[in-house]
């Protein structure tokens, strides 16, 4: 490599700091100390030393400087003094990206699935078939009020600021069941966001039944906090007989296509057939998406942890905080599917006195507990803690928004990941009308019911379905990528807690048990869609020569009648009978 000379003369001492004339190479870079033999004699005045621009105090200052210039001193009581407790509010208004709120189409759409999921989710609780309407209307430029209501069992006046102003509070957390909210975060940054980004509270109004009183609020946060602040509090007049309509606005941006509001909702309807869905865009254009049945789905149940899912660190909580006065009953009291004699082996395997007092056992006993629990055979949990779509109810939603030759879905039995039941369903929709059969086929993921839009390559539902391998069922597929063809594929996983990989709940985890349930669903579809493809060619190709041989008949009558003599209504006697005989023996 080359080096480029060092010039004999420099125009600047970087050591001594000279001035802007020259100073040899051969010069040393640092003095040596005064000694008896070069000190100067008395009365003789020292050798000027050479000074930069500013003098000798300019030169120290810049070897300060290139060492580094001295801190303040910080003590341990001057460090303590500026630590204080972070509000869960504060973290994620600096980081809201983390729930979804990174770009302002983001914002708009995840604010929209925020509050429909929460309107879903109390109408479902409350035994009532949703009827929601959502509207978007435009305010100024790249700032939208969106408006969420629904026929819902309403919210209880005390509970209304709480919900919508203070993160982490809901009522979904600690239980362990399929809902689509989880951390109680949603709509409370939903809101949190629209106050940041336009200074304007949340409005909330809602009543509980037809003879209550209708509220209103208007709620912020106090993000320093994470408490609601109320800036109005009163009682409306209001026609619904119970329900909830929820007011946010935000700086955003509307647009269309995938990823967008309007494909969200028409999603939303595929995975909800029992949701009748209104919509009113920014243009003021008008979609209804009616509900294809009126059967609420299964009401899934909370049920407790399952033993298989329990570290180390739980288990040790868990023990601290039961009320349970045996090992023995503790085991069969905190968990599912540990009755007695179960409980026996576990305690037994674990070397441990079934007597013995939870909250006196400590980390090395909760360790050997955990080897017991992991050596027993436990039964799966229970899955009626699950409330899957249903094959025959996910293609009916399918029908309702795609248009297509040929349709099949499938649900496939519970299974179970770290001790959390899931269960995996999937459907297809070949031939789409208006999709181009050189591209590649749309994908819709679902997880509880809820359309996932973004992070689509990071998702185990992308994983499996690439891997499926759909050239065994007559499609084409490059290395790496969806299968090519108009086909739409949706896929959706049900569990009492999905395993999404991070808070805006975008992408699933892919655990192994995970990838192979969602992987054996695209194959039974799969299968189906083959046969279908296959029957399609055989019919094309039967199609073919029969029209290759029909061609031929006129010529084989005309021949017919030169060599007997026929008539030309005898030859047309002949074609038709020759015609009508190529039908019916034409095989598929």
Not at 384 to 412: D, M, Q, W
Request: with cysteine; net charge positive; glycine share 8%.
């Amino acid at each position: 490599m080359a080096t480029r000379k060092r010039s004999e003369t420099s125009t600047f001492d970087l050591f001594a700091g000279g001035e802007t004339g020259t100073a040899t190479a051969a010069a040393p870079a640092v003095l040596p100390p005064a000694t008896a033999q070069n000190a100067p004699a008395a009365g003789v005045p020292a050798a000027p030393t050479r000074r930069g621009k500013g003098g000798a105090r300019g030169g120290s200052e810049r070897g300060a400087g290139a060492a580094g210039q001295r801190r303040a001193s910080g003590s341990a009581e001057e460090q303590a003094k500026k630590q204080r407790e972070i509000s869960i509010s504060e973290f994620f208004t600096k980081n809201r990206h983390l729930l979804g709120f990174d770009n302002p189409s983001k914002a708009l759409l995840t604010t929209i699935k925020e509050a429909v999921d929460n309107s879903l989710d109390a109408c479902e609780e409350a035994g009532i078939l949703p009827a929601i309407r959502v509207e978007v209307v435009p305010v100024a430029e790249e700032r939208f009020r969106i408006a969420v209501e629904d026929n819902g069992p309403g919210i209880v006046r005390a509970q209304i600021p709480r919900i919508f102003g203070k993160l982490l509070y809901g009522s979904k957390f600690h239980t362990l069941k399929q809902s689509r909210g989880q951390q109680g975060i949603g709509i409370s940054a939903a809101g949190m966001y629209g106050q940041l980004t336009t200074g304007k509270p949340v409005r909330i109004t809602s009543r509980t039944a037809p003879k209550a009183a209708a509220h209103r609020f208007e709620v912020r946060i106090n993000t320093q906090k994470n408490e609601p602040i109320i800036t109005l509090d009163e009682v409306v007049d209001w026609e619904s007989p119970h329900g909830t309509r929820v007011e946010i606005e935000l700086a955003a941006v509307h647009k269309r296509g995938r990823r967008s509001v309007d494909d969200y909702l028409a999603l939303t309807a595929v995975a909800n057939p029992h949701l009748e869905l209104s919509y009113r865009d920014p243009g003021g254009e008008e979609f209804h998406y009616p509900r294809v049945t009126e059967a609420l789905p299964h009401e899934a149940q909370a049920i407790k942890p399952h033993p298989y899912g329990v570290e180390l660190g739980i288990l040790m909580s868990m023990l601290e905080a039961t009320k349970s006065r045996s090992l023995h009953g503790f085991l069969q009291e905190e968990f599912s599917r540990v009755g007695a004699k179960v409980a026996d082996e576990i305690v037994e395997r674990a070397m441990l006195r079934p007597q013995a007092k939870p909250g006196s056992l400590g980390r090395d006993q909760a360790e050997q507990l955990l080897h017991g629990i992991a050596g027993t055979k436990i039964m799966a949990p229970p899955t009626n803690c699950l409330s899957p779509i249903g094959a025959v109810e996910l293609e009916a939603g399918l029908r309702k928004v795609v248009a297509a030759e040929f349709f099949t879905a499938v649900s496939r039995r519970p299974a179970v990941y770290r001790g959390n039941p899931f269960l995996v369903e999937a459907a297809l929709a070949w031939g789409v009308a208006g999709m181009p059969a050189d591209e590649l086929a749309v994908l819709n993921r679902y997880a509880n019911r809820v359309p996932l839009q973004y992070q689509q390559g990071a998702c185990a539902i992308t994983k499996s379905v690439i891997a499926a391998g759909w050239k065994n069922y007559g499609l084409a597929q490059a290395k790496g990528a969806l299968p090519t063809g108009p086909l739409a594929i949706s896929v959706h996983i049900a569990s009492a807690w999905v395993p999404f990989t991070s808070e805006s709940k975008e992408a699933v985890a892919s655990y192994p048990e995970i990838l192979r349930e969602i992987r054996l669903a695209l194959q039974d579809c799969g299968r189906q869609l083959g046969q279908h493809i296959r029957r399609g060619k055989r019919l094309a190709e039967a199609r073919q020569k029969s029209d290759y041989i029909k061609s031929y008949i006129p010529h084989i009558g005309e021949a017919l009648r030169e060599i007997l003599g026929l008539s030309e209504a005898r030859e047309r006697l002949v074609v038709e009978r020759l015609s009508d005989t190529l039908e019916r023996s034409r095989k598929v």
